[in-house]
């Protein structure tokens, strides 16, 4: 069995169609960062735009915007989004972030973007598997961090542990940003799911968003400290995986 397992023929799949444009030199990359945004069965229409409006309004917001630029040493970004177990769409290439305009072409593209698929599951360890494989196609960073935003569990194809066994993920962080989107009542599976099964690798977190309306705040919250955390990192990378 190869290096990829069961899963050898989906990730040579991934990479012969990863015709990704990247970024220019990185040798001065500090972080490369992966957002996946969830378009699945569950996130209705009205939630789908409040997350794409949240995340173009978090990635200009202030505070956000000086933790990007809190270093000399650029950020390389790339998007997109997913559901089903062959639904992963990119909304952008990846992008070299040096300055304030390059930040805000790349919220300009999210929030114009259009969702791809609107009738697919929740397939998260095929997302996971598309990050990785963006992440080996693209900049070459100090470091590697992923995050997986959604609303739901995985119910579709194969989960994340074993995407996490069949796919490169040595030496990548993974962040989870749940959205409790059910108000009133308690999510028994979703946090647990985030945090026992996808966060994964240094210095790992969980940001919860109370609802889609909650979307822009969470996400803020989890750019902010992700991006400082690897300004402070760049002397003394974490050693192990804890939070």
């Given at each position: 069995?190869?290096?990829?397992?069961?899963y050898?023929?989906?990730?040579?799949?991934?990479?012969?169609a990863?015709s990704y444009?990247?970024?220019g030199?990185?040798?001065?990359?500090r972080?490369?960062l992966?957002l996946?945004?969830?378009?699945?069965?569950?996130?209705?229409?009205?939630e789908?735009?409040?997350?794409?409006?949240?995340?173009?309004?978090a990635?200009?917001?202030p505070?956000?915007q000086?933790?990007f630029?809190?270093?000399?040493?650029?950020?390389?970004?790339?998007?997109?989004?997913?559901?089903?177990r062959?639904?992963?769409?990119?909304?952008?290439?990846?992008?070299?972030?040096e300055?304030?305009?390059?930040?805000?072409a790349?919220?300009?593209?999210?929030?114009t973007?259009?969702?791809?698929?609107?009738?697919f599951p929740?397939?998260?360890?095929?997302?996971?598997?598309h990050?990785?494989i963006?992440?080996?196609?693209?900049?070459?960073?100090?470091?590697?961090?992923?995050d997986?935003?959604?609303d739901?569990?995985?119910?579709?194809?194969?989960?994340?542990?074993?995407?996490?066994?069949?796919?490169?993920?040595?030496?990548?962080t993974?962040?989870?940003?749940?959205?409790?989107?059910?108000?009133?009542?308690?999510?028994?599976?979703?946090?647990?799911?985030?945090?026992?099964?996808?966060?994964?690798?240094?210095g790992a977190?969980?940001?919860?968003?109370?609802?889609?309306?909650?979307?822009?705040?969470?996400?803020?919250?989890?750019?902010?400290?992700?991006l400082s955390?690897?300004?402070i990192?760049?002397?003394?990378?974490p050693k192990?995986?804890?939070?």
């Open positions: 069995m190869g290096q990829h397992g069961k050898r023929t989906l990730v040579r799949a991934a990479v012969l990863g444009l990247l970024a030199p990185a040798d001065a990359c972080l490369a992966v996946a945004i969830d378009v699945s069965s569950s996130v209705n229409a009205t789908d735009t409040l997350q794409r409006g949240g995340l173009a309004a990635l200009i917001a505070d956000v000086a933790a630029f809190a270093s000399p040493d650029p950020v390389a970004l790339a998007v997109f989004e997913w559901s089903g062959y639904n992963q769409n990119d909304l952008t290439s990846w992008v070299l972030i300055t304030p305009a390059d930040l805000l790349v919220a300009e593209t999210i929030a973007s259009k969702r791809s698929h609107n009738d929740t397939a998260m360890g095929h997302a996971l598997g990050a990785a963006r992440l080996q196609n693209g900049p070459a960073c100090l470091f590697r961090t992923v997986m935003a959604g739901g569990v995985n119910n579709d194809g194969f989960g994340p542990a074993d995407a996490y066994n069949a796919f490169p993920f040595a030496n990548v993974v962040n989870g940003l749940v959205v409790n989107a059910a108000e009133f009542e308690a999510e028994t599976d979703l946090i647990p799911f985030y945090r026992d099964q996808v966060i994964r690798g240094p977190f969980l940001e919860i968003a109370n609802g889609f309306e909650d979307y822009e705040t969470a996400m803020r919250r989890k750019l902010v400290r992700e955390a690897q300004v990192g760049q002397a003394a990378p192990d995986g804890s939070g």
